[in-house]
């Protein structure tokens, strides 16, 4: 068989972990491995697609990024990249692999809906794919946050100081909620529970009378200003997979400025960006990053098509693309309290 296999949307740690399962178990099984150059694009523009051999797969579980390349690709404009995507698959390829979070797995869910050999794999380092308990990059980026804390704690300590964090986190707060109760976060604010910037000041001030003269506030980049008092006036769009550029609204900057403003806290704001998609992944990330992987292998030879290997319950199952590209897994209420109980 020719398997093609491609990354889209953005990158995360565990990228070519994946790769490599899924890789070296076909070259086992004698087949070919095509990967596919930059996502969706090396399929809608000109054929991008190379054999991948065992050496280049070699050696590559412990490294960040994606060897294939990979892009934020609107298929959907200019018009037609979702029809040409569809014959370039059916004219070079068996089957195909996507490697890629909601915005990749809806187009492959809709690949499959027109019969096209296609099968998921689950990335996303923000961790929000409906019907698996992990994405590909987020353990990464949780420890990275984790750290980033610690870090920060200490000169937050000596200083007496109040210090914003801003984390990834598109829709959902995954990043910002387990990278702050690993790294002891004072307050922690998601888009699935919004506070008013009020309550943040309140819970600031209460800390400071009981004699905590510092506290570590994370922020997900994604939580709605409005609620904070803020004007909303969304991010910078980008083309393709992923639309906006969240990033762009500042939204630790504001909260930062707001605490500022209400005066008696010294403030200081670190947006973590992305150093929490860059370098390489935890073992957590490549060892599920390859059993994902070598998964969707079994899956395309089994002809098991319109489906994606996601992790449930400490093992892995298959989910059909339909369920996963419904929407975002939020982050629970049980689990966030879990995290309210530190503040
Ligand atoms: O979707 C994953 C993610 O890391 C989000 O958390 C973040 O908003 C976005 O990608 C950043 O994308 P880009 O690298 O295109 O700026």
Redesign the pocket.
């Known amino acids: 068989m020719r398997i093609g296999v491609l990354t889209a949307?953005?990158?995360?740690p565990g990228l070519n972990a994946a790769i490599r399962g899924l890789g070296q178990m076909a070259f086992r099984d004698g087949h070919e491995l095509i990967g596919i150059a930059n996502g969706w694009a090396g399929l809608a523009d000109e054929f991008s697609g190379r054999n991948l051999s065992p050496e280049e797969l070699s050696g590559i579980v412990g490294q960040g990024g994606t060897l294939l390349g990979t892009a934020?690709y609107d298929l959907d404009h200019p018009t037609g990249g979702r029809d040409r995507v569809l014959a370039s698959l059916a004219k070079h390829l068996d089957a195909l692999v996507a490697i890629g979070?909601d915005g990749t797995q809806q187009i492959s869910n809709w690949l499959s809906e027109r019969g096209a050999p296609v099968v998921g794999v689950p990335k996303?380092?923000?961790n929000d794919l409906v019907g698996t308990d992990y994405c590909i990059g987020f353990d990464t980026a949780v420890s990275i946050v984790a750290e980033s804390l610690d870090r920060l704690y200490t000169t937050a300590a000596s200083h007496h100081r109040v210090m914003v964090v801003e984390t990834?986190?598109?829709a959902t707060g995954w990043?910002a909620a387990m990278g702050g109760l690993a790294g002891g976060a004072d307050l922690i604010v998601i888009p699935e529970f919004p506070i008013t910037m009020d309550q943040i000041i309140a819970h600031l001030v209460k800390r400071r009378s009981s004699n905590n003269a510092f506290s570590i506030v994370v922020v997900a980049?994604?939580i709605n200003l409005e609620t904070l008092g803020g004007h909303e006036e969304g991010g910078v769009s980008?083309e393709g997979i992923?639309g906006v550029?969240?990033?762009t609204r500042g939204v630790g900057q504001f909260v930062a400025a707001q605490i500022d403003a209400h005066g008696g806290f010294e403030v200081r704001t670190t947006v973590l960006g992305?150093l929490?998609?860059g370098g390489s992944p935890s073992s957590y990330d490549r060892i599920w990053a390859t059993r994902v992987g070598a998964a969707a292998y079994d899956a395309v030879v089994a002809e098991k098509f319109g489906m994606i290997p996601v992790v449930r319950c400490g093992g892995v199952e298959l989910t059909t693309l339909a369920t996963v590209a419904t929407g975002q897994r939020q982050v629970p209420r049980e689990l966030y309290d879990l995290c309210a109980a530190f503040f």
């Open positions: 949307g953005g990158d995360a934020r979070g996303t380092l923000d990834m986190g598109r990043v980049e994604g980008t992923g550029r969240l990033a992305h929490q998609r």
